[in-house]
């Protein structure tokens, strides 16, 4: 199967892409420069030089492929809108990556009790209305006989099969503390993070492209964790003895931004992977967060 992947060199799509090849399946990837495209070809990766921002050429591109996999952005909805109109009526799959915070809330680091599978009514923070609104629309889109899906991460962490070897949150803890000589985390860190491994998330989005019905959307994950037991494996990790620090938002909010602070760092996101497991048999088997951490897969590079 010939298969359009945006996000080809990041750490979600470029891992995707590895597993779709490994599986026998062409992957024509979109990049943004030529440099990336000799990076993306040396991972067997047919490169399309383009953005986004490029209706034309990514209709053209999900036209020509037997499936679309959207990894680049889950908030970009005229290029979501270009491939989906080039799909109608071809019965062909638009699979496209959202992200757990759809279900966070501003929380300042302290925990919540809400937890949501695919069958819970969620009512979006402001900064997350947008993309949940796409959400929607690209499910209802199988109304025009195609196959939309979407897979919805939460935290992800393991080293990716891509380019791109690294996610972002853990990453930005350890450079965090690497910088301060502390683990650092907002407030007490009590808010809660589900997680899930990127093999994990590989295997699902395989098992999305092979049966995954019209309009079906899933949540990843595979166990939990609050801000500060990963502050806490990452100070044992670095050899710092496992304490950690607090540190305000306006602090965070300085360090990575404040959308990012309030919106993923300081925020809940717990989800249960109801439907992945009934419907699509996933069986996530890899270490766990903290087993990732613990052992130095973010010893180097991170």
């Given at each position: ?91 062909k ?16 680091g ?9 069958t ?9 209305v ?61 808010n ?9 998330l ?21 166990g ?42 300081a925020?809940?996101?717990r ?32």
């Amino acid at each position: 199967m010939r298969v359009f992947l945006t996000g080809a060199t990041g750490y979600i799509g470029g891992s995707v892409a590895a597993g779709l090849i490994a599986a026998g399946h062409m992957v024509e990837g979109l990049v943004r420069s030529q440099a990336r495209a000799d990076l993306a070809r040396d991972k067997g990766i047919e490169p399309l030089i383009g953005c986004l921002d490029d209706p034309e050429l990514l209709a053209a591109a999900a036209g020509r492929a037997d499936a679309v996999v959207n990894a680049a952005n889950a908030d970009h909805r005229a290029a979501a809108e270009a491939m989906l109109a080039a799909l109608a009526g071809s019965k062909k799959l638009f699979l496209h990556t959202s992200g757990s915070s759809i279900v966070g809330t501003r929380a300042e680091g302290t925990a919540s009790e809400d937890v949501f599978d695919e069958t819970t009514p969620l009512q979006p923070s402001p900064a997350r209305v947008a993309r949940v609104a796409l959400n929607q629309d690209i499910l209802a889109a199988a109304a025009t006989d195609l196959r939309p899906v979407i897979v919805c991460p939460s935290l992800i962490y393991g080293l990716g099969r891509g380019v791109a070897p690294h996610s972002m949150q853990v990453p930005w803890l350890i450079e965090l503390a690497r910088k301060s000589g502390a683990a650092k985390h907002i407030g007490t860190g009590a808010n809660i993070w589900s997680n899930v491994h990127i093999d994990d998330l590989v295997d699902l989005y395989l098992r999305a492209v092979e049966k995954a019905p019209p309009g079906a959307f899933y949540f990843a994950e595979n166990g939990e964790n609050s801000m500060r037991e990963m502050c806490q494996a990452i100070s044992r990790m670095l050899g710092y003895g496992g304490d950690t620090q607090a540190m305000d938002l306006e602090t965070a909010a300085a360090e990575w931004g404040e959308g990012p602070a309030n919106d993923t760092m300081a925020s809940n996101s717990r989800v249960r992977a109801v439907r992945a497991r009934r419907e699509l048999a996933w069986a996530p088997k890899a270490p766990s967060l903290i087993a990732e951490i613990e052992r130095g897969c973010y010893a180097e590079g991170a």
